[in-house]
């Protein structure tokens, strides 16, 4: 399973919006049986960002408390994943690494690949490390996720920004070897430039998701990977709550296993908690996921847990985790439910206004209105210039 090196997520920590809609508001504004959110997609609520936070704002929230615990002492790269980027050219991670003023001698690059470029970016951390374990490297997962109003998409928005410190003998989860792949020229899911909004075809995206399921799990069983019967949880890309149970079925069906209920929600309930009232979060999203299971209360000592990484397009990764025995110490659990329970409700009108805010883009000196409390905000544009400001 390994190749003797120790090598994983030695701290997490994520940030979320400054407001939130509940889906009660969305239900009463279109008419829509509430039932069909909580209940049909398993969702709660979304995390909505004020006109001055963005991935960069998210990002950097989330990090801060990483770089306050640990210092900047030997982290010599920081990789940002997004879907949301807000520049073709500079990474999102520039701006955080400034904010955060992480040394000079820093490597710092954004990845893309719709949801699954965190894991992308762990594994890109992991490679680095494995070939020098002295070195610390920022993973920093940070999205927006935004549809059309009134569009089906409409009640999976949501908002956050996972970061994870990865290093050499880390003391929250241990990464394993192999990893199973898949990848698949599907257009199930795409943004293209001159698009704020993605554009989605619902069925052919679960279609894709349940394809690349079963491949990921196919490629990693012949790697030599571990058998379904070690894992202890399952954490999966949850652009839905209910897109996890219907996948870890696909995979239970495609393996010849039973689907249990019981079981099935022994292995995905723990992890969901935080994707339901926070929504989509994209890249994050699975990484919510792992956090939501680690703060529960059961002890997860030395137990393997499953993660399946999908993003649209398609690109997919199947590989396991081992729960380092003390991982409970080290968890960031009161700072996570506050970062969920301090957001604003918003009523369904605010939540609009503030979905249609903009930038011009004439180049001109714009401000941002004030919005967030949060340690970071984004203060405005000039001259076609993002500038950003710690609070």
Request: hydrophobic share 40%.
């Amino acid at each position: 399973m390994s190749n003797g090196a120790t090598v994983g997520i030695h701290d997490l920590s994520f940030a979320t919006t400054e407001f939130v809609l509940p889906h009660t508001a969305l239900a009463e504004y279109n008419g829509t049986p509430v039932g069909k959110y909580h209940t049909g997609i398993g969702q709660r609520s979304m995390s909505v960002p004020a006109a001055d936070e963005d991935i960069v704002t998210l990002g950097a929230s989330a990090a801060a408390p990483i770089v306050a615990r640990h210092g900047t002492d030997g982290i010599r790269t920081l990789v940002f994943a997004t879907e949301s980027s807000i520049d073709q050219a500079k990474a999102a991670g520039v701006y955080v690494h400034s904010l955060l003023g992480l040394p000079s001698a820093t490597r710092v690059v954004e990845l893309k690949q719709a949801c699954y470029g965190a894991t992308a970016a762990l594994q890109f951390a992991l490679g680095l490390i494995h070939r020098d374990p002295t070195q610390k490297v920022l993973v920093v997962a940070s999205d927006v996720s935004k549809y059309e109003l009134d569009s089906p998409g409409e009640a999976t928005q949501g908002a956050a920004a996972v970061a994870m410190l990865v290093t050499a003998d880390p003391a929250l989860v241990r990464i394993e070897d192999p990893s199973g792949l898949f990848t698949a020229d599907v257009m199930d899911f795409w943004r293209p430039n001159y698009r704020d909004a993605a554009l989605v075809d619902g069925q052919e995206s679960i279609g894709a998701y349940l394809q690349a399921v079963q491949g990921t799990w196919k490629d990693y069983s012949e790697q030599g990977g571990r058998p379904l019967e070690d894992f202890g949880a399952f954490c999966y890309h949850q652009p839905f709550t209910k897109m996890a149970y219907k996948a870890h079925r696909h995979l239970l069906n495609s393996a010849g296993r039973d689907t249990d209920e019981a079981a099935v929600e022994q292995a995905l309930g723990r992890t969901t908690g935080y994707n339901a009232v926070i929504g989509n979060s994209y890249t994050a999203s699975v990484y919510l996921g792992l956090a939501a299971l680690l703060d529960g209360a059961e002890d997860l000592d030395g137990q393997a847990v499953g993660f399946l990484s999908y993003g649209s397009g398609s690109v997919a990764e199947f590989f396991a985790g081992t729960v380092v025995p003390g991982y409970r110490e080290h968890l960031r659990t009161e700072a996570h439910r506050e970062a969920v329970e301090r957001r604003q409700p918003i009523g369904y009108d605010r939540y609009r206004e503030l979905h249609e805010w903009g930038f011009p883009t004439d180049g001109g000196d714009h401000p941002t209105p004030a919005g967030t409390t949060g340690p970071f905000r984004l203060a405005g544009i000039g001259g076609h210039k993002r500038i950003y400001e710690k609070r």
